[in-house]
């Protein structure tokens, strides 16, 4: 099993910064695609960013320009560096892993729990 566990969200005013981090763990994995998804009050969940392990980046236009996701292979860990943040922003985000165990081969899908991000106007 590939655990994610994200830590980074909080309050912030419009205008402000967060970084978010996905922390992966487990035994016998390789990830090749992570991503940022998010689920506002009342609306389904969105993909907000992905990145791939060879460092292929892709954005929902909402936050284009102002967000910006990397990646660190060697430590299993993503990131989500998030400027002029927007109240529209306001959601709990979500962190994404895809990817294989080895020996024995099998895929994966897992989500992490969430963190909170507020902004206020």
């Known amino acids: 099993q590939v655990l994610l566990v994200e830590s980074g969200g909080g309050l912030v005013q419009a205008g402000g910064s967060l970084r978010l981090s996905c922390a992966a763990s487990g035994s016998h994995f390789t990830i090749t695609t992570m991503g940022w998804y998010r689920r506002a009050p009342g609306k389904q969940r969105e993909v907000v960013a992905g990145i791939t392990s060879r460092g292929t980046t892709s954005y929902a236009d909402s936050v284009k320009g102002r967000f910006t996701i990397s990646g660190d292979n060697a430590k299993n860990m993503v990131y989500l560096q998030m400027n002029s943040l927007k109240p529209e922003d306001t959601a709990v985000y979500y962190c994404?892993?895809?990817?294989?165990?080895?020996?024995?081969?099998?895929?994966?899908?897992?989500w992490g729990q969430g963190t909170q991000v507020t902004v206020s106007s």
């Open positions: 994404n892993a895809g990817g294989y165990y080895s020996d024995p081969y099998s895929n994966f899908n897992s």
